[in-house]
């Protein structure tokens, strides 16, 4: 059997943007582009990306990752789908602030986190944004759905989607991942991390790189 004859996703996280370079919460609203490291970036992925058997490509609809989707899609010659579930997850009243270490919104993100991965919390929020719960309601379904979508068929669904996100969902989306494995591995820009359906089972087979035992 071919390495590509069963159903593959893998989640790819965006390439630089001018929010990350700003230090800057984007996850809502004002959306900042990519910048020229960036799109450099965007376009080494997707000549890496160029022979591989992609079935569909899922962007989140935020700018950072529309703009790396469009560059896999246009060497692919396919059409992004834009997911709004594969959003970052938002900030609330901390949108549009700095995300360096010692602001307000980077010290209730911090707590927030510890309250989720370290206190099983997961409604705990910065104020007005998201919750590890609501992402679950909107992330877990779609990829869920996606992967009944294929029918068992072959190829790989990309999911261009981001950091946050992808840190807070992969333990939840893979049986064979936890929050300690996920939280000590950040995701860096165009990451790829690589999940597949083994006796009915959706594992992550690759992580940035590195196998990873199922």
Same mark, same amino acid.
Request: charged fraction near 20%; include cysteine; proline fraction near 5%.
């Given at each position: 059997?071919? $390495? /590509?004859? =069963?159903?593959?996703?893998?989640?790819?996280?965006?390439?630089?943007?001018?929010?990350?370079?700003?230090?800057?919460?984007?996850? #809502?609203?004002?959306?900042?582009?990519? #910048? %020229?490291?960036?799109?450099?970036?965007?376009?080494?992925?997707?000549?890496? &990306?160029?022979?591989?058997?992609?079935? %569909?490509?899922?962007?989140?609809? &935020?700018?950072? *990752? #529309?703009?790396?989707?469009?560059?896999?899609?246009?060497?692919?010659?396919?059409?992004?789908?834009?997911?709004?579930?594969?959003?970052?997850?938002?900030?609330?009243?901390? +949108?549009?602030?700095?995300?360096?270490?010692?602001?307000?919104?980077?010290?209730?993100?911090?707590?927030?986190?510890?309250?989720? /991965?370290?206190?099983? $919390?997961? $409604? *705990?929020?910065?104020?007005?944004?998201?919750?590890? !719960? $609501?992402?679950?309601?909107?992330?877990?379904?779609?990829?869920?759905?996606? =992967?009944? !979508?294929?029918?068992? +068929?072959?190829?790989?669904?990309?999911?261009?989607?981001?950091?946050? =996100?992808?840190? *807070?969902?992969?333990?939840?989306?893979?049986?064979?991942?936890?929050?300690?494995?996920?939280? *000590?591995?950040? =995701? +860096?820009? &165009?990451?790829?991390?690589?999940?597949?359906?083994?006796?009915?089972?959706?594992?992550?087979?690759?992580?940035?790189? #590195?196998?990873?035992?199922?």
């Amino acid at each position: 059997m071919n $390495d /590509f004859d =069963i159903p593959k996703i893998w989640f790819v996280r965006h390439a630089e943007s001018e929010a990350n370079v700003r230090h800057i919460y984007a996850n #809502t609203g004002c959306s900042f582009p990519l #910048t %020229a490291i960036g799109l450099q970036q965007a376009m080494a992925v997707s000549l890496k &990306l160029s022979c591989v058997p992609i079935r %569909a490509i899922y962007t989140s609809p &935020l700018l950072r *990752a #529309t703009q790396t989707a469009e560059q896999i899609c246009k060497i692919k010659k396919m059409e992004m789908q834009v997911a709004p579930e594969l959003s970052e997850y938002s900030m609330g009243i901390y +949108e549009g602030t700095s995300t360096l270490p010692g602001t307000l919104g980077a010290i209730s993100d911090a707590e927030s986190k510890k309250r989720w /991965f370290e206190h099983n $919390d997961f $409604d *705990a929020r910065s104020p007005g944004g998201e919750s590890l !719960n $609501d992402m679950k309601r909107r992330f877990l379904p779609f990829v869920k759905k996606a =992967i009944e !979508n294929c029918g068992g +068929e072959p190829g790989i669904l990309l999911m261009i989607t981001h950091g946050g =996100i992808l840190g *807070a969902m992969l333990a939840f989306v893979f049986e064979n991942l936890d929050f300690s494995f996920v939280q *000590a591995r950040p =995701i +860096e820009h &165009l990451s790829i991390i690589k999940g597949e359906l083994k006796n009915v089972r959706m594992v992550c087979v690759e992580y940035k790189g #590195t196998l990873v035992s199922s």
